[in-house]
């Protein structure tokens, strides 16, 4: 199996060429290792390579997987690159760019209609949680193409709010 | 002593206050709203009722709701936590004219040092010097001539205001008009009162306060220090016993104590209580103001002196003299504690609400944490974000600082994201470890820290693991899923950024 892997806004082309428990692979063309793997709990790996342990924490976030290691924390976006042709996730092909929630909440004011024209940084939206309110501004100036959501309305992170266009 | 207490409150304090109370032999009840039927703190307690929906307005601020539950569980006594009604006047009088008792001070206590301008008022008369102001409320010409009278930089802080709301620096003349609108009309948001009063800036302060307990009898000692300097929007983050200040000065101590237990007198005090100072880069302490209550941050004091605060705070409540004098309280070693929040400090603090998937906590030498999660649970949207409050205690603060760091490796969290990871650069930073604190401290720092490169074996690590858990997810020979395409984002560079 061959993925692509961003870390750092660096790729990195992971080619695994054994699975776990004894894992070996090779690294953007790199020398071949070997590292031994065992996953306690899922998402927990004990990783041991060349007589060292890493304990591994990765989960699933809107944004790729987090990774971390010792302190240390990964943002990983992960592609094969038999499959996909890489794009941007919230531009689609013809200009249209969603705002999406940045944490779980709960709508409390929609400050534009659809076919409204906004400016760049103009808010759109106000998403509230634990006592704080943060305001969806939109990206770039353009005209709001939908708003996908009403006041009172729970969302979850991720969610599109609403299409600029 | 009472026979049952019930807690006016939720998370980790209502937790805390139980396992005291579960010592003492005494039974708990819980109140919870429509989200916290699960919680830790209904599932800990002995009994538990239902106080209304899920907005604290509509259940955990109904004192009405909450005396009823008391009195229908036969409670005698009240222990409202921190926040919700635990500065509430009328609450402690309703509570007393209900014949339950509330375990804090009286509401005459709670009103003389309730808003600020009152405790200024309170603690000048007591002879406790505090930061030039204005005492009252002004309007923007009188704002205006104070600082022509003191000089600029000053601060706009709402009368009624607490948590940095409706509070505004203003270093220029030209800046005043605005940062005055702005102020009156956050505290009017905040508050429902736009009234603002004006404070000389004390720059670079550190935040000292005082732990104080006393009983109905006319005793009251004070528990030492906290410091308190590292915050971000004007809340504490991280707070230790002793203050690295103070325990160089140790006369501070005895000053500070001194004039604390004068302007908690000048109240009529009893109960826990803090008063809080600042302290300017001359050493010279101004009292800020007093929490009527107990704080977020008291398991630094217990773990120093080794006393149960809570333990007290029932007992003083049930009619007990405090049960030592001031020179028997001792100070052994040092504690550190952060406040683990779920929100996501690579994202400007965001709040993260939100189900846990996965929870490892510190464990070993020296470690506290008290907290109200559980593998599983939903962290509801509707509350404060603090998830735990995780201390340590060691000899002295080098320790006590590798000690916290060593816990917060173990510490792992899932499902949502916290500020874990944020504590350990802060407890890392130079500036921190040599004791250089004040209250803009962690805008400084996010500043001027680097982004530190891992090394490169744990990033072939993290690549492998990315690797190995996408293969987990989607077994080869699978066909394309729409789920997939999530990962299709463009990886960030936030290691530690």
């Known amino acids: 199996m061959t993925l692509d892997i961003i870390l750092y806004g660096r790729e990195h082309r992971l080619e695994l060429l054994a699975g776990v428990p004894a894992c070996r692979f090779r690294l953007s063309g790199g020398p071949e290792r070997a590292a031994h793997v065992v996953a306690p709990v899922p998402g927990i790996y004990s990783v041991l390579m060349d007589g060292l342990v890493y304990d591994v924490w990765v989960e699933e976030a809107v944004s790729g997987l987090v990774i971390v290691i010792d302190g240390y924390r990964f943002e990983a976006g992960v592609c094969d690159p038999r499959r996909y042709s890489r794009q941007s996730r919230n531009r689609g092909p013809e200009g249209i760019q969603g705002l999406r929630a940045p944490m779980p909440g709960k709508v409390v004011r929609v400050l534009a209609a659809p076919g409204d024209a906004v400016e760049a940084g103009q808010g759109v939206i106000v998403v509230e949680a634990m006592k704080m309110q943060n305001e969806l501004k939109a990206p770039r100036a353009g005209r709001v193409l939908s708003i996908a959501v009403k006041e009172g309305a729970i969302v979850a992170a991720g969610d599109v709010l609403a299409t600029i266009e | 002593m009472f026979r049952k207490v019930l807690i006016a409150n939720r998370g980790e304090i209502a937790v805390r206050v139980m396992r005291t109370l579960r010592e003492m032999g005494i039974p708990s009840v819980a109140v919870f709203s429509d989200v916290d039927r699960t919680s830790l703190h209904v599932r800990m307690a002995d009994e538990a009722e239902y106080v209304g929906a899920a907005p604290s307005s509509e259940s955990y601020l109904r004192a009405d709701r909450i005396l009823a539950a008391a009195q229908k569980h036969g409670a005698e006594a009240i222990h409202p936590g921190y926040g919700f009604l635990s500065e509430n006047a009328d609450f402690a009088e309703a ?81 005043l008009e605005s940062a005055f609108r702005n102020a009156a009309s956050e505290a009017q948001h905040s508050f429902k009162n736009p009234d603002v009063y004006v404070e000389k800036l004390i720059e670079r302060p550190r935040h000292i306060e005082i732990q104080l307990i006393g009983d109905r009898h006319g005793n009251m000692v004070h528990l030492g ?27 501070m101590r005895k000053e500070m104590g001194a004039v604390a237990i004068r302007a908690a007198r000048a109240a009529g005090y009893y109960n826990a209580g803090t008063v809080e100072y600042l302290v300017d880069q001359d050493r010279r302490f101004y009292f800020l103001e007093m929490n009527t209550r107990l704080q977020v941050e008291h398991p630094v004091t217990e773990l120093v002196t080794g006393l149960d605060l809570v333990r007290l705070q029932i007992e003083i409540a049930a009619g007990a003299r405090l049960p030592f004098a001031q020179k028997d309280v001792t100070y052994r070693g040092w504690a550190m504690e952060c406040r683990v929040y779920a929100e996501d400090p690579y994202h400007d603090f965001l709040p993260s609400p939100g189900k846990l998937t996965r929870l490892t906590r510190p464990l070993g030498p020296g470690i506290r944490l008290d907290g109200c999660v559980y593998d599983g649970w939903t962290v509801p949207m509707e509350y404060d974000p603090l998830l735990a409050k995780l201390a340590v205690w060691a000899g002295n603060r080098e320790e006590a600082t590798e000690r916290l760091i060593r816990a917060l490796r173990e510490y792992d969290v899932g499902g949502i994201r916290t500020n874990i990871g944020f504590f350990r650069q802060i407890l890392e930073d130079p500036e921190f470890r040599s004791a250089q604190l004040h209250t803009a401290f962690i805008d400084e720092f996010l500043a001027r820290r680097k982004t530190l490169q891992p090394p490169a074996d744990v990033e072939a690590v993290a690549a492998l693991a990315a690797a190995l858990y996408t293969q987990s997810r989607r077994p080869e020979g699978a066909s394309r899923s729409v789920r997939t395409s999530a990962w299709l984002a463009e990886g960030r560079g936030d290691l530690l950024r």
Not at chain 2, 139 to 166: N, T
Not at chain 2, 231 to 243: A, G, L, M, N, T
């Open chain 2, 225 to 251: 220090e906290r410091e308190c300097s590292i915050q971000r929007r004007h809340q504490k983050v991280i707070e230790e016993c002793p203050s690295p200040l103070v325990a160089l000065h140790p006369q």
């Open chain 2, 95 to 175: 509570c007393e004219n209900a014949g339950i008792a509330f375990i804090g001070p009286s509401a005459h206590s709670i009103r003389a040092m309730g808003s600020k301008t009152a405790a200024r008022q309170t603690a000048t008369a007591a002879g406790a010097p505090v930061v030039p102001g204005t005492d009252h409320a002004v309007g923007l010409p009188g704002a205006r001539a104070f600082a022509a009278a003191h000089g600029y930089p000053i601060l706009l802080k709402a009368v009624a205001g607490g948590g940095g709301k409706g509070m505004r620096t203003v270093a220029r003349e030209d800046e």
